[in-house]
């Protein structure tokens, strides 16, 4: 979900103040701004802040939007900034490296080896939560990444940038650029390939085959472990035809596009409009 340009005469609006039109424009930024956040962030009330933080900079910083560039090329940019060294609840650990996402895969194949039935009929349930497997695991592999790769990689391979405008929002020549984005995608490639089974079809690793250690693990647990980032019934039919459409593809840059359009919190935008009120930068009521 690409951000969405509001129109000149919506920013010029809002630049001066009218409130329909700063309306206007948040909404129509937001549903981009957020899954770009839960993309590099992981976690959705991470991303809601961060969210939430950037928007409130777009509104009160307007008046330095030159039009140099498009809107939405500035909004990325502020986005991007911003998701660089925004604060998360827990200490991110892009140490949860390659490797150690490896032996986990590892370990749950191991697991459903030994106690899952050989070959079990998957119910409907079944597949919807493979589908929310795939989901975590593609958002470990980012996670694994340093944050300025993972905005790199996010920005070309997710949202399908420009290579000179990502290029420019990511504060980078061209040349340097392409080179971080090709080890980034060489990365995620190697580890793809001759593990995940929805990449290689030789591959060990099925969804569907970690489910057995992923159960057994929430049931010990005191507080269940899944990732659960899929929360509403649209997220969910979307999930599934992205999945249904990246399975005639079969590549590990599909692979990480094929994730819903995550719908931001309904309560974000009233709470920004109370934050911009309370600091006067919108009439209150």
């Known amino acids: 979900m690409k951000i969405v340009d509001p129109g000149a005469d919506v920013v010029r609006a809002a630049t001066a103040g009218q409130l329909d039109a700063i309306d206007t424009l948040l909404r129509a930024v937001q549903p981009g701004v957020y899954n770009l956040a839960l993309r590099v962030l992981g976690h959705r009330d991470d991303a809601a802040d961060a ?3 950037i928007l409130l900079k777009l509104v009160t910083h307007l008046g330095s939007f030159r039009g140099e560039a498009a809107f939405t090329t500035w ?4 986005a991007h900034n ?3 060294t925004a604060a998360t609840r827990a200490a991110e650990h892009p140490q949860l490296s ?3 996402l490896g032996e986990k895969l590892g370990e749950g194949l191991a697991y459903a080896a030994a106690y899952a039935d ?6 409907p349930e079944d597949k919807a939560a493979a589908r929310e497997v795939a989901l975590g695991c593609t958002q470990g592999m980012l996670m694994s990444l340093d944050r300025r790769d993972r905005l790199i990689l996010v920005l070309d391979t997710v949202f399908d940038l420009r290579s000179d405008d990502a290029a420019g929002i ?3 020549t061209p040349a340097a650029y392409r080179q971080r984005l090709s080890r980034a995608r060489a990365r995620l490639e190697g580890f793809t390939q001759g593990r995940c089974g929805l990449v290689d079809a030789q591959a060990a690793c099925r969804c569907e085959g970690q489910l057995p250690a992923l159960r057994e693990r929430d049931r010990r647990a005191p507080q269940p472990v899944t990732m659960a980032l899929v929360r509403t019934r649209a997220e969910r039919a979307e999930l599934e035809a992205q999945f249904d ?12 596009r094929a994730h819903p359009a995550w719908r931001a919190p309904e309560a974000q935008h009233a709470a920004i409009r109370a934050v911009l009120s309370r600091e ?3 009439p209150a009521g």
Do not use: C, I, K, N
């Not at 399975?247 to 590990?252: G, M, S």
């Open 98 to 100: 390659l490797e150690a």
């Open 280 to 282: 006067g930068f919108l």
């Open 51 to 53: 969210t939430q933080e």
């Open 245 to 256: 459409a990246f399975t005639r593809v079969h590549d590990a840059a599909s692979l990480m």
């Open 170 to 172: 990511a504060g980078l």
């Open 118 to 123: 050989a070959a079990p009929v998957l119910t």
């Open 82 to 84: 911003h998701l660089l």
């Open 75 to 78: 909004v990325w940019r502020v």
